[in-house]
């Protein structure tokens, strides 16, 4: 029935904007895995949602941001019962922070295995989830049944950690319940602060191996921002450059990355292992036009491009190159 499930949280992003009285928050839905959903379906893949928000106006207002995308919400459930979790994002010198009003309250930490259609797996090709939903249950085992239930029929499982310590009771807690996923995952997509958090002081590399000789994890990407991705599929390495876009708000843009993968993942419709070298340098840098065009728009899935616009950026947008390829790769 579907090319893309992703289950999980969907939350309110207020996203600082400058105006003449000051700093303003901006409404914008948002969430990890429906972000994926909504990316993927801007592209034209037949993408669904499974998730839980109140029967709130924030609810609503994610509801009709599925809709609008194009996203199957035959499995997202308004409740009556619970609120919808919103998120307040400050930026300084320092980066972006995350401010979540989320607890026992919000509509996604009370996800059930119940509330998920059995059906939904049914033909399934790709499985996505992140680990903010799994910081408490019920959701947590809600979610962590689904992804075996998808693996159990055949679909590909990626998994975006997407680590927010501060909904944790601790961080070894998050570390175990994250490693702990691994062995459902066949795609693995990390941030520069994930590997860090995951396996201190280790390089990309390393990181890379560890997880593949730990867990099997067939394709492992960790974003770079504005410094492109690297990639370990196969057990070779890959390295690819982000496009020289302006920026104006950089939420959803890992998301949109890791779309742009998913998507060519599901276009090629072939193992990773067969995969060639030629094949995932062009998904990598398809994945970084999507992920730098969706930087130059405010939000996340109002700023996630179509088809037209990621080819015309592949074609005619510089890249940020490195100083030198030596140096890129030493770095790393």
């Not at 939350?11 to 914008?28: A, C, K, R, T």
């Not at 405010?298 to 030596?326: L, Q």
Request: hydrophobic content about 40%; proline content about 5%; aromatic content about 10%.
């Amino acid at each position: 029935m579907y090319d893309f499930l992703s289950v999980g949280e969907m939350l309110i992003d207020f996203i600082p904007v400058p105006s003449e009285e000051g700093i303003v928050y901006q409404q914008n839905p948002g969430g990890s895995p429906a972000n994926l959903a909504c990316a993927l379906a801007r592209l034209g893949v037949r993408a669904a949602f499974a998730g839980k928000v109140g029967n709130d106006p924030f609810g609503h207002s994610c509801r009709e941001a599925l809709e609008r995308s194009g996203v199957d919400i035959r499995n997202l459930i308004l409740s009556d019962d619970y609120q919808t979790p919103l998120a307040f994002i400050r930026r300084d010198e320092t980066g972006k922070h995350f401010t979540f009003y989320r607890n026992e309250t919000t509509a996604d930490q009370n996800l059930t295995a119940d509330d998920i259609d059995p059906d939904v797996f049914d033909g399934l090709r790709v499985f996505h989830f992140s680990s903010l939903s799994l910081t408490d249950e019920p959701a947590r085992s809600a979610i962590l049944n689904a992804a075996a239930m998808a693996r159990e029929c055949g679909a590909l499982i990626t998994f975006d950690p997407n680590i927010r310590l501060s909904l944790w009771r601790s961080p070894e807690e998050a570390r175990q319940v994250i490693l702990g996923c691994l062995p459902l995952v066949d795609v693995l997509k990390l941030g520069r602060k994930d590997m860090a958090f995951l396996l201190p002081g280790m390089e990309e590399r390393e990181v890379s191996q560890a997880l593949y000789q730990a867990y099997g994890t067939q394709m492992i990407l960790i974003s770079r921002s504005a410094d492109g991705c690297y990639a370990y599929v196969n057990e070779d390495h890959y390295v690819s450059c982000a496009y020289d876009l302006p920026t104006v708000d950089t939420t959803g843009a890992g998301d949109a990355f890791f779309a742009g993968v998913i998507f060519n993942l599901l276009k090629l419709n072939k193992s990773i292992f067969d995969l060639s070298s030629v094949e995932i340098t062009v998904m990598l840098d398809f994945a970084n036009a999507l992920g730098s065009l969706a930087t130059t728009r405010p939000g996340a899935i109002d700023a996630f491009p179509d088809p037209k616009e990621v080819v015309r950026c592949m074609e005619r947008a510089p890249k940020i190159y490195p100083v030198s390829k030596e140096s890129y790769w030493n770095d790393n």
